[in-house]
């Protein structure tokens, strides 16, 4: 099965679909990184100032890159296995998670050459920039130690913070969200960086997002098919039904509408971030698993990763309007804002390739 993924040591499923699904999700072995379910959304990245593309090619041991000037798509050489990827705009680099070789590759992003391989310990397996403090945290499978790089140094310090199976930031308050799956907690780190406080957010958290303008954080929770709904100031916590098993989401900041992909009944929940309110399921196409969402033409794509498909959502009608036909099961997905142009990273066909929907 394509998802592949984490191991869970202790699965606690609610329903049978649901341990069916999770004990095919394991976690990488060392020498056998896989792209997954859970950090799909870092399997490709867009530095908007550029137009570039970045998306990894974990078998071939390499990024493949998309050039706008030269419309063009080329492949450059990483370290083994690489599975997650992100882009500091502020600086034009590019970091790449070695998952195969314990290591950080960091990639000049005017000449997409690699300046530097940092070690940061066996397994990392997500990354994410703190573009505010040029600082970028990596984590590692089976470690509860998140590495910090320094950006403008490359030099490296550890905290031991638990396991984080994603990571995000929110550049204007300074906060770092670490999500781990087995945790009923959400850590959060500020610039120091050391943990300023834990927010119990219940077991089987899958996904994250942050809504930076309303200081809003939001948290897929697949075993309880909901979404968890975080006030960044105060910590309150609040909770949304969703379809079955929730593994991704993405925010529309133009119209505060949080857009949630349910894996296990092939559904999009779209959400009011305003009340907090349901106001949309929409059908898509088999076993969905990642979405991006262009607020520019308000348009919501959605990988179908089993039938080989992307849907497309108006997101003003809240409402499938076009399936687009895509390869090798897509699993991540990039919008460029200002040309529309859409970026699908597959797992079994050309690891990146470039659609222009109408």
Request: net charge neutral; proline share 6%; aromatic share 4%.
């Amino acid at each position: 099965m394509l998802l592949a993924a984490k191991t869970l040591g202790t699965i606690l499923a609610t329903t049978l679909l649901l341990c069916c699904a999770i004990a095919a999700w394991p976690r990488p072995q060392s020498g056998q990184p896989s792209t997954t379910l859970l950090n799909s959304s870092r399997a490709i990245a867009l530095n908007s100032k550029t137009g570039k593309v970045y998306a990894v090619d974990t078998r071939q041991g390499a990024i493949a890159i998309f050039d706008p000037q030269e419309k063009s798509i080329s492949s450059l050489p990483v370290g083994a296995g690489p599975v997650a990827v992100a882009v500091n705009e502020s600086t034009n680099r590019i970091y790449v998670a070695n998952n195969g070789a314990a290591s950080v590759t960091v990639i000049d992003g005017a000449t997409d050459t690699p300046l530097a391989t940092i070690p940061v310990g066996p397994l990392p397996y997500v990354l994410a920039v703190n573009p505010a403090t040029n600082k970028i945290y990596v984590s590692n499978t089976f470690s509860d130690l998140i590495t910090i790089i320094n950006g403008a140094s490359n030099s490296t310090t550890t905290l031991k913070a638990g396991s984080a199976d994603a990571i995000t930031v929110d550049s204007k308050l300074d906060k770092i969200y670490l999500l781990g799956y087995e945790s009923t907690h959400l850590t959060v780190l500020d610039k120091v960086p050391s943990i300023v406080t834990k927010i119990p957010v219940g077991m089987h958290p899958w996904a994250i997002a942050v809504n930076e303008s309303t200081s809003t954080l939001y948290l897929a929770r697949s075993g309880n098919s909901e979404l968890a709904i975080v006030d960044e100031n105060s910590g309150t916590v609040r909770k949304v039904p969703t379809g079955a098993i929730p593994c991704a989401l993405a925010v529309n900041p133009a119209t505060n509408t949080i857009y949630v992909v349910n894996h296990a009944d092939d559904t999009v929940t779209a959400i009011d971030g305003t009340n907090r309110k349901v106001i949309a399921t929409i059908k898509v196409g088999e076993r969905p698993q990642a979405i991006a969402v262009d607020s520019t033409r308000n348009r919501v794509y959605v990988a179908n990763t089993h039938s080989n498909t992307i849907t497309v959502i108006d997101a003003i009608s809240n409402s499938a309007v076009k399936t687009l036909p895509s390869k090798g099961n897509p699993y991540a997905l990039a919008i460029n804002p200002n040309t529309g142009q859409l970026f699908v990273t597959s797992e079994s066909a050309s690891p990146l390739s470039a659609l222009a929907p109408k």
